[in-house]
C-alpha cells in the first residue's frame, strides 16, 4: 500500500510541475485552479435527489420546483465561486535565513481586488493552515515552514482554498514557490579558537581583546555590510565620506575559524560550535577567516561576512 501510495504521489507531483510550475508570481486563472463539490455540497445534491424523489413519488409539482430551484443556485455557486478565486495574485516577499529548529515564515503578498470571503492557506503535505479575511486583507501573509536541520531546502507547495459564498464549492490550487530556505546551523556556545598565521590553535576569550587591537593603523574606505563599530564617524561628522578604522593586529595578523581544530565531535555540535562564534566574533566587530575543509571565506567583518560563513556552515 505504501509503494502505491508513493508511486501515485510522484505521477501526481510531476503532473503539477507540468501543469503548475514553480515562480515568484502568480496569477489564479483556469490553468493553475481547481473547483470541486465540498462535503456539504456533497450533503446539498444529496437533500435534493431525497426532493427529487419524493416529489416525483407523490407527484408534488411544488417539492419537484423547489429541486430544480436548489439545483439552480447550486450551478450558480459553481461560477460565482471560480469568479471570486481567479484572478487573485500571489507574490513571494523576501525570506529572512533561521537557524535550525526555528520556523521559516515565507510572506506572501496577495492582491484581492474587490474579491470577498475568506482564503485558507497551508503546505500542500501539511493540515495546519491559516485564516485571511479578503475583506480585511493584511499584506504580508505570513505562512510558517518548520525546520528541523540545517542547510538548503526547498518548501513543499502551498496550498491556497477557498469556500465563499455558499460553502458548496472548494476552489483550491497548488503553488510551487521558487525559492530556497537558508537554514544555519543552531550556535552551541562554546569557548573561541582562533587560528592565526599558521601557527598551533589557540584559545581565545572574546570578552578580552587581542593585543594591538587597539593601536590605530589607517583609514580605508567604508565596505557595505562592515561594522559600524569601526566605522570613522569623526570623519564622517566633517563631511569627509565614510571610512572604516583598520588597526595594527587587523592588518597584520589574520585570525581563522577552522572545523578541522575543533576538538573531535559529531559534524553537527562543530557546526554548531562555529555559528556561535561566527556569531559572537562578528558582535564584537572582529576579523576572522573560516575555512571548512576546501571551502575558504577570507577574513573580513560586518553582517555581511557574517552572512556569507554562516550560510558555508549550512552548505556544509
Avoid at 481586488?113 to 493552515?129: A, P, S, V
Avoid at 587597539?214 to 555590510?225: I, V
Avoid at 564617524?233 to 571610512?243: D, E, N
Avoid at 552572512?307 to 552548505?315: D, G, V
Wanted: overall charge positive; charged content about 15%.
Amino acid at each position: 500500500m505504501t509503494a502505491i501510495k508513493n508511486w501515485y504521489q510522484q505521477r501526481f507531483n510531476r503532473w503539477l510541475d507540468r501543469r503548475i510550475p514553480a515562480s515568484r508570481e502568480f496569477v489564479l486563472q483556469q490553468r493553475n485552479v481547481f473547483i470541486f463539490p465540498s462535503r456539504f455540497g456533497f450533503t446539498y445534491l444529496l437533500l435534493c435527489m431525497g426532493l427529487f424523489v419524493l416529489g416525483s413519488n407523490y407527484q408534488n409539482n411544488l417539492m419537484v420546483l423547489l429541486c430544480y430551484f436548489l439545483l439552480a443556485l447550486f450551478l450558480i455557486h459553481l461560477v460565482g465561486c471560480y469568479l471570486n478565486f481567479s484572478g487573485l495574485q500571489i507574490q513571494l516577499g523576501r525570506i529572512t535565513p533561521v537557524f535550525s529548529g526555528e520556523q521559516v515564515p515565507m510572506p506572501l503578498w496577495l492582491d484581492a481586488g474587490k474579491r470577498h470571503g475568506k482564503l485558507f492557506l497551508r503546505y500542500i503535505d501539511q493540515t495546519e493552515q491559516i485564516c485571511v479575511d479578503m475583506d480585511n486583507l493584511t499584506n504580508p501573509v505570513q505562512v510558517n515552514f518548520a525546520t528541523d536541520k540545517r542547510g538548503i531546502i526547498s518548501p513543499p507547495r502551498v496550498t491556497i482554498s477557498s469556500f465563499y459564498p455558499l460553502g458548496l464549492f472548494r476552489c483550491w490550487t497548488h503553488l510551487a514557490m521558487d525559492c530556497q530556505f537558508v537554514v544555519y546551523p543552531t550556535p552551541i556556545p562554546c569557548s573561541m579558537r582562533l587560528y592565526a598565521n599558521d601557527k598551533e590553535d589557540q584559545q581565545y576569550s572574546g570578552n578580552n581583546p587581542q593585543p594591538g587591537q587597539n593601536d590605530f593603523d589607517r583609514l580605508r574606505p567604508y565596505q557595505s555590510g562592515e561594522s559600524l563599530n569601526h566605522i570613522a564617524w569623526k570623519q564622517v561628522a566633517q563631511g569627509r565620506g565614510t571610512f572604516t578604522k583598520l588597526f595594527s593586529s587587523e592588518s597584520t595578523e589574520e585570525q581563522w575559524l577552522k572545523l578541522a581544530s575543533l576538538p573531535s565531535a559529531e559534524l553537527e555540535t562543530r557546526l554548531g560550535q562555529l555559528s556561535y562564534m561566527v556569531i559572537e566574533l562578528t558582535r564584537q566587530g572582529q576579523t576572522f577567516g573560516l575555512q571548512l575543509g576546501e571551502v575558504c571565506i577570507q577574513p573580513n567583518s560586518g553582517s555581511a561576512h557574517q552572512q556569507a560563513c554562516l550560510t558555508a556552515l549550512a552548505r556544509y
